[in-house]
């Protein structure tokens, strides 16, 4: 690390065309980490440009330096990414560790002459990066991106290196990723890296509302519908899961994003220990899997539907329609139900 820490400021020393790019679906880490390292980047005297390859969530457009984000899926902006990532001295990889997670985006960063920088915490990264800030400890990207900055800072004074904007989008990544501080993977590292941040004076009760609280009424009715008549519990296999259709998303006008959390719901019925949650859109299923205890649905994710992520939250993905996807994965249960049933 100490190496990575003398390359980067060296690199860093000169003023750099950067390329700040996420994972498809951004979520709060995604998107947090990226601002907050922008936002470091952008004090240091760089020209930077985020990169989203898709769309994102409506509950994090507040976050400071969102409107300058570029969405590559949108025509409108996709010669704009070419041209910045073209151009680019520095592209920085964040809250990913397979270029595939980028969509059609990945082709064009991984054929990019600028060398690669990759922060993430998932597990079994991809060798694409020059430079790799990752450690499968951490709870989320932002906390690596904190730490990272009070390294090439030297270790000063939290106030005197992070402002409110910056310490809001990394405040924002580390507490959606540990469930507002209740997973797991919340250590002692985290609360410390969260008070210095709170020294900015930021109001946290602030960014959990606008996160949290801050939905069109059409979500909490998409959010009824599906617990109400999409929830299906399977006690055998102490398992959940859901199934969303693309006809049943445009029936309630869902946007991208919306869907974000609901497969959380499963793990809330009693004795259930693995959540899934199928949607359907843009012809491909995506999955989102859930669990608690020992139970791995990242290894589930990556045996059966091409996924990845983390021992108790991973998601996949599948071509096969939406009700070829849910029989395969009806199928392979019976396999798992030893595990399943031994959780504590």
């Known amino acids: 690390m100490n190496q990575i820490i003398e390359e980067l400021r060296s690199f860093l020393s000169q003023p750099q065309k950067i390329v700040i790019t996420t994972h498809r679906d951004p979520d709060a880490d995604a998107l947090g980490s990226s601002l907050g390292w922008a936002s470091y980047l952008l004090k240091k005297g760089h020209e930077v440009t985020v990169i989203s390859?898709?769309?994102?969530?409506?509950?994090?457009?507040?976050?400071?330096?969102?409107?300058h984000v570029l969405v590559y899926e949108k025509a409108?902006?996709?010669?704009?990414?070419?041209k910045k990532i073209e151009q680019a001295t520095l592209i920085c990889c964040l809250d990913f560790s397979a270029l595939s997670r980028l969509k059609d985006?990945?082709?064009?960063?991984?054929?990019?002459?600028?060398?690669?920088?990759?922060?993430?915490?998932?597990?079994?990264?991809?060798?694409?990066?020059?430079w790799m800030v990752w450690d499968t400890t951490a709870a989320a990207t932002a906390q690596l991106v904190y730490e990272l900055v009070k390294e090439m800072e030297g270790g000063l004074p939290a106030d005197q290196i992070f402002d409110i904007p910056m310490a809001e989008c990394?405040?924002?990544?580390?507490?959606?990723?540990?469930?507002?501080?209740?997973?797991?993977?919340?250590?002692?590292?985290?609360?410390l890296a969260v008070a210095?941040?709170?020294?900015?004076?930021f109001d946290s009760s602030r960014v959990h509302r606008l996160i949290y609280d801050n939905a069109p009424l059409s979500r909490l009715q998409f959010l009824g519908y599906v617990l109400c008549n999409k929830l299906t519990v399977l006690p055998e296999?102490?398992?959940?899961?859901?199934?969303?259709?693309?006809?049943?998303?445009q029936k309630f006008n869902s946007a991208s994003g919306e869907t974000?959390?609901?497969?959380?719901?499963?793990?809330?019925?009693?004795?259930?220990v693995m959540s899934a949650m199928f949607i359907e859109r843009k012809g491909e299923v995506k999955i989102s899997f859930r669990s608690v205890g020992s139970f791995s649905v990242r290894d589930l994710a990556s045996t059966h539907f091409s996924g990845g992520g983390h021992k108790n939250?991973?998601?996949?993905?599948?071509?096969?329609?939406?009700n070829e996807t849910v029989t395969r994965f009806l199928s392979i249960l019976p396999s798992y139900q030893e595990e399943l049933l031994s959780v504590d």
């Open 170 to 191: 990394l405040y924002a990544g580390i507490m959606t990723d540990t469930g507002s501080f209740r997973h797991g993977n919340v250590t002692p590292a985290v609360h």
């Open 313 to 322: 939250a991973s998601g996949g993905r599948s071509e096969q329609s939406v």
């Open 237 to 249: 296999y102490r398992t959940a899961y859901m199934v969303l259709t693309e006809a049943e998303l």
């Open 76 to 82: 409108s902006d996709q010669g704009k990414c070419k």
């Open 260 to 272: 974000e959390g609901i497969v959380n719901y499963g793990l809330q019925v009693e004795n259930v």
């Open 53 to 67: 390859p898709t769309d994102y969530a409506a509950n994090l457009r507040w976050l400071s330096g969102m409107e």
């Open 196 to 201: 210095d941040l709170m020294r900015t004076g």
């Open 105 to 130: 985006l990945g082709k064009v960063v991984q054929d990019a002459a600028a060398p690669k920088m990759m922060i993430d915490h998932h597990l079994e990264p991809e060798h694409f990066a020059k």
